[in-house]
T-cell receptor, first 118, second 114 residues
Framework: DAGVIQSPRHEVTEMGQEVTLRCKPI?????LFWYRQTMMRGLELLIY????????DSGMPEDRFSAKMPNASFSTLKIQPSEPRDSAVYFCASSSGTSGSPSTDTQYFGPGTRLTVL | AQSVTQLGSHVSVSEGALVLLRCNYS??????LFWYVQYPNQGLQLLLKYTTGATLVKGINGFEAEFKKSETSFHLTKPSAHMSDAAEYFC????????????FGTGTSLTVIP
């Protein structure tokens, strides 16, 4: 079975540019999560969706960040404009629990996108 | 509010020795607790989780953890370390209810010495 797929795996961009990260969850999973991992702050939950609907975006750092899930098999995380402090590894995860919350459902993580903003 | 503290950002053990990775949590409501493992250049993989019921939880790869409410701890153990256990380990806490969140610790890097 294919796991969670993320693209690109690596992204290098210049400050001020728009960056779009992509995620394909595991087929049949109804919840999708975006995380950011940095040395300073560790792993942070940015936003999660249940049945394509954003449930909690309180972790999104600021208005420059936006996430969409137009259908059950695709999600994007966009940063516009990007800044050097956005450099991090961004993980997407999906789960099949009925509650659609991070509380108890086992999440399956993608390999991550390493973003570098110069 | 909830939080997780992992004591020791780096732990080294000899192959065959006991692995003990410490995790303490803070939660005002009954917590759900997780351990995840991250191998280099990979995403996180669930090792085990505690939600309700038996406080000793067994996971994959021979790992287990015990929920101790009185000590607010959820330490991860494995009786005998293998070289393949070298990785980053994350403890996480969440809870039920509205506005629930999912908090990871800062991670513990495990080195296994041959």
């Amino acid at each position: 079975d294919a796991g969670v797929i993320q693209s690109p795996r690596h992204e290098v961009t210049e400050m001020g540019q728009e960056v779009t990260l992509r995620c394909k969850p595991i087929s049949g999973h109804n919840s999708l999560f975006w995380y950011r991992q940095t040395m300073m702050r560790g792993l942070e939950l940015l936003i999660y969706f249940n049945n394509n609907v954003p449930i909690d975006d309180s972790g999104m750092p600021e208005d420059r960040f936006s996430a969409k899930m137009p259908n059950a098999s695709f999600s994007t995380l966009k940063i516009q404009p990007s800044e050097p402090r956005d450099s991090a590894v961004y993980f997407c995860a999906s789960s099949s629990g009925t509650s659609g919350s991070p509380s108890t459902d086992t999440q399956y993580f993608g390999p991550g996108t390493r973003l570098t903003v110069l | 509010a909830q939080s997780v503290t992992q004591l020791g950002s780096h732990v080294s053990v000899s192959e065959g020795a006991l692995v003990l990775l410490r995790c303490n949590y803070s939660s005002s409501v009954p917590p759900y607790l997780f351990w995840y493992v991250q191998y280099p250049n990979q995403g996180l993989q669930l090792l085990l989780k505690y939600t309700t019921g038996a406080t000793l939880v067994k996971g994959i790869n021979g790992f287990e953890a015990e929920f101790k409410k009185s000590e607010t701890s959820f330490h991860l153990t494995k009786p005998s370390a293998h070289m393949s256990d070298a990785a980053e380990y994350f403890c996480a806490v969440s809870s039920s209810g509205t506005g629930n969140q999912f908090y990871f610790g800062t991670g513990t890097s495990l080195t296994v010495i041959p």
